[in-house]
């Protein structure tokens, strides 16, 4: 009886592997397909954690995190372990990593932390993007970009001459809005998520910031403080599916500080704003 309960304790012993830089590597799942290969985009769920304490996670974030694997004359001289422990893994497979910190980093760490010696990585690896679709993909997005940019160079314009003023809602706050499609999803409410694609700039036309060339929607909760009250407020007058251009008065924005150096103080914002 006790050699039968020693022969299956020892069989669910995780298998531990080291990477080719020397970290610890224990797969959870594994699929056994194609491993994931150097220039290659991976999209995975990665959390960080310091002992029992969860540090961070992708998990949040409006899609799949993605993650471009260097070629190898792109290394960094200090491959992280999370990096290594992927080129070990296949689609649909899940591992677990250690990394050392030295005493520079751990010094770093908020205090009650500064005593643990290294980080752990929870991976979860849910597909491989070629490099071949990789390039596609970035295509599609430049040449989705340059449409938005020149549109929005036009809306600009027209309202900078006024030609757009009787088309405009203003609402009581200052906000003034041009509904392109009102959408014909569900309406947006506070309390929900919702995931918007954007292109920020100032009244000159001068771009500040953008989720196209990024390639990722912004997402966030809508009522909870998390955006600029502008942008909350507009989205909520539309529904999934909604486009609209928002025109924002530096109190519904980033007021008398502005946001230096990309929006000066007292900045009038114009955003052009797709609800997903």
Do not use: W
């Not at 995190?65 to 990096?83: K, T």
């Not at 809306?155 to 405009?168: C, F, N, R």
């Not at 809602?169 to 919702?194: F, H, R």
């Amino acid at each position: 009886m006790f050699a039968l309960s020693a022969v299956a304790a020892h069989a669910q012993q995780p298998k531990i592997l080291m990477t080719a830089h020397g970290y610890r590597f224990i797969p959870q799942i594994t699929k056994g397909g194609p491993t994931v290969q150097p220039g290659e985009t991976v999209k995975v769920h990665l959390d960080s954690y310091l002992g029992n304490t969860l540090m961070g996670s992708t998990r949040q974030e409006a899609s799949a995190h993605e993650l471009s694997i260097p070629s190898i004359d792109q290394m960094p001289p200090q491959v992280p372990a999370y990096l290594d422990a992927l080129l070990l893994m296949s689609k649909g497979d899940s591992a677990t990593t250690y990394m050392r910190l030295d005493s520079a980093t751990r010094s770093t760490l908020p205090e009650g932390f500064q005593n643990y010696e290294e980080v752990r990585f929870e991976i979860v690896l849910l597909d491989i993007v070629s490099a071949t679709e990789a390039m596609q993909k970035k295509q599609d997005l430049e040449a989705r970009f340059a449409v938005v940019e020149a549109s929005v160079k036009t809306a600009v314009k027209a309202y900078s001459d006024g030609s757009l003023a009787g088309q405009l809602t203003s609402l009581p706050s200052g906000l003034k809005v041009l509904v392109l499609k009102k959408g014909t999803g569900t309406p947006v409410k506070p309390g929900e998520k919702v995931e918007t694609m954007y292109y920020g700039c100032l009244t000159n036309g001068t771009q500040f910031d953008n989720s196209f060339q990024r390639g990722q929607p912004l997402m966030f909760i809508v009522g909870a403080g998390q955006m600029i009250p502008g942008y909350e407020e507009g989205v909520q007058l539309l529904q999934r599916g909604g486009r609209a251009y928002f025109f924002l008065p530096p109190a519904l924005a980033y007021g008398e500080a502005g946001m230096p150096p990309a929006v000066p103080p007292q900045s009038e914002l114009i955003f052009y704003v797709e609800i997903l």
